[in-house]
């Protein structure tokens, strides 16, 4: 989710003027309604997108593909704070670079170096910042609920960027772009999400997203890495890779995220890599033409063989890094660029 924590109207929520409206005055943004209009939360999660809510951002996508050093100057004068307590590369630097193309001030926050480090707690670093008066935090944090709590403290927009074993949604934005530009639609696509389903903030706010879009999702992986109930969430639930990845269109591949893990959930990595990692062989179960994603990071030979990873004409992994960007640029552009008035939140 991603909150939109504006103090002005009603709950803090601009009117949402309905699709057809919006669509004529965003042309570049996700955008999502209230989850119903007696819903008087500030926060919207992945799983209240509703499909005609969604638009996809295609000029920043040109602006990322063919990179014409275009700065532009819609944030201007605002201020984005990049706040992340758990290792990123990809994640981070993207938000940064979306900020900084849209001519926003855009501030790293190292955490490693913060009074975080002498003990301060977050909703103190919180409403530190807070009194420093940023238009917009993006937050990673380790644990899963703690984007909520801090923008329930701050006046500014909070973006989630992974919380916990929570959600992921700015991921599983880009990763429908990337489907959506390979084929046209996500309606009707057979996915299949494969490996640490359990530890995965990716996994649960793509299952929400996809499903949303019109797409069908299986989870695959081993009995140890399903969280029990899965199947309440509308999955198909496979525990091994030939059953799991029978004719699908998509298989999106995890990391183990083994930071997350007391104790061991397989035998070996070894074994793992036998039953569950992706390689040409199990491959030929999906559908010929099927593509194959990775949020990255990869780790090759554990969850992806490299010969399945680098193959050019299936995997779209780089590609979802492009899309990351422009994604990114689009929420941003929706909460704290000049045209947020018109909008109501941003998935
Ligand atoms: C994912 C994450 O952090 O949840 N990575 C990412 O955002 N690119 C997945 C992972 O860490 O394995």
């Avoid at 590369?89 to 190292?110: I, P």
């Avoid at 081993?222 to 029990?228: A, F, Q, R």
């Amino acid at each position: 989710y991603i909150h939109h924590a504006r103090k002005e109207a009603n709950d803090g929520w601009p009117e949402f003027r309905g699709s057809s409206a919006i669509e004529d005055q965003v042309d570049c943004a996700y955008v999502v309604r209230k989850s119903d209009a007696s819903d008087t939360k500030k926060t919207v999660e992945i799983k209240c997108i509703k499909p005609g809510d969604m638009m996809m951002p295609e000029p920043f996508v040109a602006e990322v593909e063919f990179d014409d050093g275009k700065k532009t100057a819609s944030l201007r004068g605002r201020t984005l704070i990049n706040m992340f307590f758990e290792a990123s590369t990809r994640t981070q630097a993207s938000f940064e670079l979306a900020g900084k193309r849209l001519g926003a001030d855009v501030m790293n926050m190292s955490v490693s170096s913060s009074s975080i480090r002498k003990g301060e707690t977050l909703i103190d670093t919180a409403v530190t910042l807070n009194a420093m008066h940023p238009d917009l935090i993006v937050m990673r944090h380790h644990s899963s609920g703690s984007v909520e709590l801090l923008s329930q403290k701050v006046d500014c927009s909070v973006i989630n960027a992974g919380d916990g074993q929570h959600e992921h949604p700015t991921q599983a934005l880009l990763d429908a772009l990337t489907i959506r530009r390979r084929r046209g639609s996500l309606q009707g696509l057979l996915v299949a999400i494969c490996g640490d389903i359990m530890h995965s903030r990716v996994a649960r706010s793509n299952i929400h997203l996809l499903q949303i879009m019109g797409a069908r999702v299986r989870v695959v992986g081993p009995p140890t890495l399903m969280p029990t109930d899965i199947d309440k969430l509308g999955v198909e639930v496979h525990y091994n890779m030939r059953n799991g990845l029978k004719d699908v269109d998509i298989v999106m591949m995890l990391r183990l995220q083994t930071e997350r893990m007391q104790g061991s959930f397989v035998p070996s990595i070894s074994e793992y890599f036998r039953f569950f990692g992706l390689d040409a062989e199990k491959l030929k179960f999906a559908k010929p033409n099927a593509l194959i994603m990775h949020p990255g990071p990869m780790n090759r030979g554990v969850e992806i063989d490299s010969e399945v990873a680098d193959d050019l004409d299936r995997s779209v992994i780089h590609e979802q890094v492009e899309m990351g960007v422009a994604v990114r640029m689009a929420c941003l552009e929706a909460l704290i660029g000049g045209r947020r008035n018109a909008i109501g939140a941003v998935a």
